[in-house]
Structures are given as C-alpha cells and as structure tokens.
C-alpha cells in the first residue's frame, strides 16, 4: 500500500451549581420594580420570568420555529429546579462559602472579557463577492471537486521504536486486510473504525493530501501513544457550486476575520500592558510566549453538515474484524 484537585468535600458540586445559577439565573427573584414583569412560574416567593427564558433560548442557535415553545416549557422546568437548589443553598449560606465566591469572580471576569471580545469581533467587515469568489476558486477539493470519503480508521498502540516497522509493513502490504493480520499475528493493541465523511467536515490542513489520495490508499500519523492509520477505503465526486457555497464562505471568512481581529487586538495590549511573570512562572516570560488563539481547525461546511470526529466503533466486514 501507498502512504501518501478534585475537591472532597461533598459540598462542592452544590457549590459549582450556585456559582452557575448565580451567574445565570441570579435575577430569579429579584424583580426590577420599574420594569414589566412577564411571570412564566413562581418558586415559593420568587419569580421566573419569560425574559430569562427568551434569554436561554437565545442561546440555543438553529431552533425551528415548531421546537420553540417546547424548549421554552423545557428550560422553565430547568429554571425551577435551579431556582429551588439556588434557594437552598442560600439557606445554608453557600453564597458566602470562600470557593463558591471565587468561582462567581472568576466567571464575571470570564464573562466581562468575553464581552469586550465580542465588541472588538464586530468591528469586522463582511467580504466582498470577489473575495467569495477567489475562495470559492482556490479551494477545489472543497467546492467545485468536493469529494465524499469513505474511510476507515485504526488506532494501534506502539512505542516509538516500533514507528518505522509498522510504516514498512503498512507501505509493502497488498491491502489493508494484509496489514490488519500483521497487527493481530503480532500482537499489537488496536481498534479500528469506520465513516464516511465529506470534504467540509474533515480538517482544512489535511483536506489537499485527501483530496490527491487513491481509493485503498492509506496516511500514517504518529499520535500520542501510537499510530493512527486512515485508509480511504472509497469515495465519490459532489460537488457544490459557487452559488451554494457563497453563504457558508461568507460566514467563514467573516468568522475568520472576527478571529484575527480579536487576536490582533489582544497582542496590542499585550504590548501596551507592564506583565511581570513571577516566581515559577517567570520561566515563560523569558520566551515571550503567548497563550495561542484557537483557529477554526475545519473547513465551512459547504452543505451545512456538522464536524463530529471519527468514532471508535468497530469495523466489521470492512477489515476483517469479529
């Protein structure tokens, strides 16, 4: 074959859920005289709101305008378990308890920051229809020649010294069923898994290499603590033209440059702020290293299918495996 601290004490998930309900849903009871109220239930004398509902549902993207109101009447029902814990925990005086009140400052700051990172994303333009375009054009293995990819998946545990063999054996094997009976004649420790997965929902860096692969060719990666071996096993041609891509490419490249913005924004006030690494942590300070910004790791999804990673489900007749 071809390569190409967890806390003791019992009281400490009641105190993790205070901090979340303080921070979600702390307006439960507390009734801004000046403002109409919407009252959705009342949990002994506080009140739950048709706000905070709308605020939840807010959260939860791509609802059908058929599934709102049961997923309002859903997460009611999980307001009032959260208010009932939020007022017990308020008897016992949780609210005062010195994790618990670490917990809420670190998630109003989480919060607070986040906020001011959202500000600085919406300074980001839309793109053009020639920036759409030029995209659309230098992308084909995710466009105009996607490809729908059959694969398959082992995961073989192996030390280091073992690498280059199991690299030899998999490049001389006539199949992957061959290279299958190698592991299992010699004992290694593997599981294997298959999928079929379209060009948008595999890793934008690795698309290029699967797109020039050959149907029973197969790519070797060391991981962790072994081997991952991908075999395109199959695959067939869809394609998706320009004008169906457009709204997914547009939303790519916008989120990308919200990203670069708020990266961007961060180093300048890294540069501008006095940050003085201290005692065991001043090692890294001398490299100048910066927590590194998430990319998007994956491509828009041209037909607006989700990225779910690679099971660990056994292959059955595909390699061979009982």
């Known amino acids: 074959m071809t390569t190409p601290e967890r806390p003791t004490r019992a009281r400490a998930p009641l105190a993790l859920a205070l901090a979340m309900a303080l921070v979600l849903g702390a307006g439960c009871g507390r009734k801004d005289e000046d403002a109409p109220t919407q009252v959705a239930a009342k949990v002994n004398k506080r009140e739950i709101t048709v706000h905070q509902i709308n605020f939840l549902l807010q959260q939860q993207r791509g609802l059908r305008a058929e599934q709102i109101e049961p997923a309002g009447r859903q997460l009611l029902e999980r307001l009032v378990d959260q208010e009932l814990a939020y007022q017990k925990a308020e008897d016992l005086k949780l ?13 109003r700051r989480e919060i607070i920051a986040r906020a001011y990172l959202e500000k600085v994303r919406e300074a980001a333009v839309k793109p053009t229809a020639q920036e759409i375009k030029a995209y659309y054009d230098s992308k084909p293995a995710l466009f105009s020649e996607r490809r729908v990819y059959n694969l398959q998946e082992i995961q073989i545990e192996a030390r280091p010294e073992q690498l280059e063999a199991l690299r030899g054996q998999l490049t001389a094997a006539k199949n992957i069923a061959e290279f299958v009976e190698y592991l299992k004649g010699n004992g290694y420790k593997f599981n294997a898994a298959q999928a079929v997965r379209a060009a948008e929902q595999l890793p934008l860096q690795s698309l290029e290499g699967f797109a020039k692969l050959k149907d029973g060719q197969a790519v070797f990666n ?3 603590n072994g081997v991952q071996v991908l075999v395109l096993a199959g695959s067939r041609m869809a394609p998706v033209s320009e004008e169906q891509a457009r709204p997914a490419v547009e939303q790519f ?21 006095k940050i003085a690494y201290v005692g065991k942590f001043a090692a890294p300070a001398a490299s100048g290293a910066a927590p590194a910004a998430a990319g998007p790791g994956t491509a828009p999804a041209a037909a607006g299918a989700s990225s779910p990673a690679l099971s660990a489900s056994e292959v059955g007749k595909g390699l061979g495996i009982k």
Request: charged residues 45%.
């Open 95 to 107: 609210d005062r308890d010195p994790r618990v009140v670490q917990q809420l400052e670190m998630a």
């Open 222 to 224: 060391a991981v962790g």
């Open 253 to 273: 490249l916008l989120e990308e440059r919200k990203r670069k913005l708020a990266e961007e924004d961060l180093k300048a006030l890294r540069a501008d702020a």
